[in-house]
């Protein structure tokens, strides 16, 4: 149901000052294995985010789709940066934002990097700047802090994210066509501060130059299609291990996957989801059998599976 956030009137200036807008962002998953916090690809399930000013003093949020089931008490991260945007100057966020979510929150599907992206895109495009990529991608990292994430929901495609000293460089990595993706998620959520807390402080350095081997045979086997390759480049000893025996259900909902046709599975971003890369015409197999799993007959709405494909455009104003 809508709800209200109340605003200073005293800031609020007419609704002929801010423009309608509207906002779509893609979902992404992360790490695939191997390249933890270091690759994403944007896939096609979306965040539909729109602003529709008025005078009336307060901002009313509506959201809907997955962001349904949220508490109406709990901060919306939309809202949150619009406010601030419109706020930069001296402009406050009176009117109506509507969200219409796909991407399961809390799943490992990027669902934070979408709706932070959405409210910088959304502020931009109210006070009827251009579009500014760049800034946006910032300001998102900053506050979000995953850019593994932020990169392919911004730009689409298969992303790379390298930190260097004078911050973040973005590379685009190919894709075959020929790989399809396949994602199921129990019930229960992980949030990315929970995943993260389970990692060792410290790694081999075996470990390490191990991994450095399995990045390039993941990013050629995606290039290629190369089953053998992606098996080599999800296989991971950095974060994965770690983070499994959070998941409910999870060996068995891989093995499912396994089964029903996938060259590989693994956890998609922090979890609770998983993503197997399997041929695209048995994407909807792997995806019901690992559902089924994760499920076991309880019909659990929160309980998800499907299959998705590459979104290469990234967010789009319309």
């Known amino acids: 149901m809508p709800f209200s956030r109340s605003s200073k009137r005293e800031r609020v200036r007419t609704m002929t000052e801010l423009r309608a807008a509207r906002v779509l962002v893609p979902c992404s998953t992360s790490n695939f294995g191997s390249g933890y916090d270091t690759i994403g690809l944007a896939l096609d399930r979306y965040l539909d985010a729109s602003f529709e000013p008025d005078d009336s003093g307060s901002l009313v949020l509506d959201r809907q789709g997955t962001l349904a089931r949220i508490d109406p008490a709990e901060p919306d991260l939309v809202a949150t940066i619009l406010e601030r945007e419109l ?30 992206l959405a409210g910088f895109a ?9 579009r500014d990529d760049d800034e946006a991608f910032a300001g998102a990292v900053r506050l979000e802090g995953h850019a593994d994430n932020v990169a392919p929901c911004l730009f689409g495609g298969l992303r790379a994210v390298v930190t260097t000293l004078e911050g973040p460089v973005v590379m685009g990595l190919s894709l ?5 993706f396949a994602y199921a998620a129990p019930a229960a959520r992980i949030s990315t501060e929970e995943a993260r ?5 410290q790694l081999p350095h075996a470990v390490a130059a191990s991994t450095l081997g399995r990045v390039v045979a993941l990013v050629r086997g995606l290039a290629e299609a190369n089953p053998e390759l992606i098996r080599i480049g ?19 909902a891989i093995s499912a996957g396994v089964e029903a046709g996938a060259w590989a599975v693994t956890v998609s971003g922090a979890g609770s989801g998983v993503i197997a890369m399997c041929e695209p015409d048995h994407a909807e197999a792997v995806a019901a059998a690992m559902h089924e799993v994760f499920d076991a007959g309880r019909h659990d709405p929160e309980c998800v599976g499907f299959a998705l494909r590459p979104d290469f455009a990234g967010l789009r104003r319309l």
């Open 234 to 252: 999800v296989a991971d000893e950095i974060h994965t291990p770690y983070r499994l025996p959070l998941i409910p259900g999870v060996m068995g």
């Open 197 to 201: 807390r389970q990692l060792p402080r």
């Open 87 to 116: 706020a930069k100057h001296q402009v406050a966020a009176s009117g109506t934002l509507r969200l219409h979510s796909q991407v399961p929150v809390a799943r490992g599907l990027g669902s934070s990097a979408s709706a932070s």
């Open 122 to 130: 959304l502020g931009a495009a109210a006070l009827g700047l251009e």
């Open 176 to 180: 075959s066509e020929d790989v399809g």
